[in-house]
Structures are given as C-alpha cells and as structure tokens.
C-alpha cells in the first residue's frame, strides 16, 4: 500500500466529481482537515470509512488500498490492510492516552495559574508573579513538544474566524492599557475613569476577571480541538494564555502595591516578562514549523 499513490486517487476521483474535501468529508462524517491529510499522503482512511468513500467517489475499494495499481498481489494487499487497522488502533489509543494526559495537565495548569489570587494577601507579590511566568514558561514548552505535529490543512479563514482570533490580543492590549492608564493617573494624584479611589481596586478587578474568564476558554478550546484534530496547537494558544496570566498577575499586583510607584515597577515588569515569554514560544512554534514542513 502507498499512502501517496491513495491519497492522489482520491484527490483526483474527488476533483472529477466536483467536491470540496468540506463536502467529501461531510459526506464520510469527517473534517476536510482529515481529507486533506488523506490527498497529502499523510495519513490513510479509516477503514471504517473505505465503502462510504467508495461510494462517494465512485471507485472501488481496491484501488484505494492498492492506490490505482493494476496488478497488485491481493494477498500481500490484504496484508498491508491489516498492518494498517492495526496501525490505525495504535495512533487512536495513543492519540487518545496524550488527550487524557494534556487535559490533567491543562487543568493542573488552570488550577495553579488560579491559586496565586487566592494567596495574593500573603504579600509576596514578586514571587508570585515570577512564578506564574515560569509556570506559563513551562506549559508552552509542553505544548511545543507533546502537542500533535500535524498541521492544519491550508484554507481561506472565514470572517468570523479572523474575529475569533483577534480576541486574544485585543482582551490582552485592552488588560495592559487599563493597568497602565490606572497607574499613571493614580501617581498624579487624580481619579481614573473618574471613578472614586476606593471603587477603583474592584473595577480592575472585575474587568481583568472578565479577561481571564475568556482568554482560559479560548485557550482550552485550542488545545483540545488540536488533540482531537490531531493538529498542531495553534500560535494564537500562546497569546491566549499570556493573556489570562497577565490578568492573573495584574490581580495580584492589585492586592499587594503600597502605591502606585511601585505598582508601576511591577506593572512593567510583569509585562515585559510575559510578553517576553509569549514572543519567544511563538518564534519556538514557527521554528518547529520550518522544520516538519521541510
């Protein structure tokens, strides 16, 4: 069997009858990302899908295990399909093994980036803000290394998915701004937003809670479609997850500053840190990219 020669078959018996691989894959009950993986010679159908997709295109399913060669042993094709069930059941289970192991770890992940809020009135703000830039330091080389090396099959991003992916930055902007604008207008002595001093702490609070909340889902949302996709995690992840231990630390920087000088020393300084962070994971994830492309 020759996954290249099959996936080419199928591509140009797709092509003939005039599908998209959206369609194709709509029609066998699978993403067009699986379909693409299929044309690339990456990956081979599941068996469980080969009379669907006999159907579909209207060849036979022995051309798609031989690939379109006339002549091929039946014997040693039948074979190669067995290898290949086999095959097939190992990538599932270990595919379904790394999905239990990165959502403890995602979890555990959560859990610890959320923990420093509830410690923030022990005042030791700094170590906790180094922390959790290791913590998050840390998550990104684990999802460099052990999420999947697929990668995502090349189509025309819809307007709602630019939408989509313009939230994490914009929410993480939107957090830095808000913190740094505060800083500055409390050290002259005036009121923010015209909000009174004592209101100020938990409209911060609230705000940043919000920022949290969503780039935490988001973020979730990536990593777990990329398991099940069995794709790459996307570069926007990073900044999602910046996002949301920014505004874990902007939280505690709240609750432990004696004045707003010093809030600002730290409102830089954890800023450059995970910025810091977040810039050297993505440059890591274009390298790696490179590389499984090359």
Not at 87 to 97: A, D, F, G, V
Not at 203 to 223: E, G, M, W
Not at 257 to 274: C, H, K, P, Q, R
Request: aromatic share 6%; with cysteine; hydrophobic share 50%.
């Amino acid at each position: 069997m020759d996954k290249e020669k099959t996936g080419q078959l199928i591509k140009e018996a797709r092509i003939r009858n005039k599908l998209t691989q959206a369609e194709l894959g709509d029609m066998l009950g699978v993403t067009n990302k699986a379909v693409s993986r299929w044309e690339k010679g990456e990956s081979f159908p599941d068996v469980g899908v080969l009379e669907a997709l006999s159907n579909a295109l209207n060849i036979k399913i022995e051309d798609i295990v031989t690939g379109g060669e006339q002549g091929e042993d039946i014997s040693r094709t039948l074979t190669d399909l067995v290898n290949t069930v086999k095959l097939q059941r190992r990538q599932l289970s270990r595919q379904k093994k790394k999905q239990i192991v990165l959502s403890i770890v995602f979890l555990i992940y959560i859990g610890l980036s959320v923990y420093p809020k509830l410690m923030a009135y022990l005042g030791r703000s700094i170590d906790i803000v180094n922390g959790i830039v290791l913590l998050m330091a840390a998550m990104f080389v684990f999802l460099l290394v052990i999420s999947p090396k697929g990668i995502p099959a090349e189509k025309s991003a819809s307007r709602f998915d630019v939408i989509i992916s313009v939230i994490p930055v914009l929410t993480g902007l939107y957090a830095i701004i808000l913190m740094g604008m505060t800083l500055i207008t409390l050290s002259k002595g005036q009121r923010p937003f015209g909000i009174e001093p004592h209101h100020v702490g938990p409209f911060l609070s609230n705000q940043l809670l919000v920022i949290f909340i969503v780039n935490v889902c988001y973020t979730a949302l990536l990593v777990f479609s990329s398991i099940r996709n069995n794709e790459h995690v996307g570069r926007i992840a990073y900044i999602a997850a910046g996002a949301f231990n920014l505004a874990t630390c902007y939280t505690n920087m709240l609750c432990n500053m004696a004045s707003a000088e010093a809030g600002w020393n730290l409102f830089v300084m954890t800023t450059i840190e995970v910025t810091a962070v977040v810039i050297v994971a993505i440059v890591a994830d274009i390298i790696m990219n490179k590389r499984r492309k090359s």
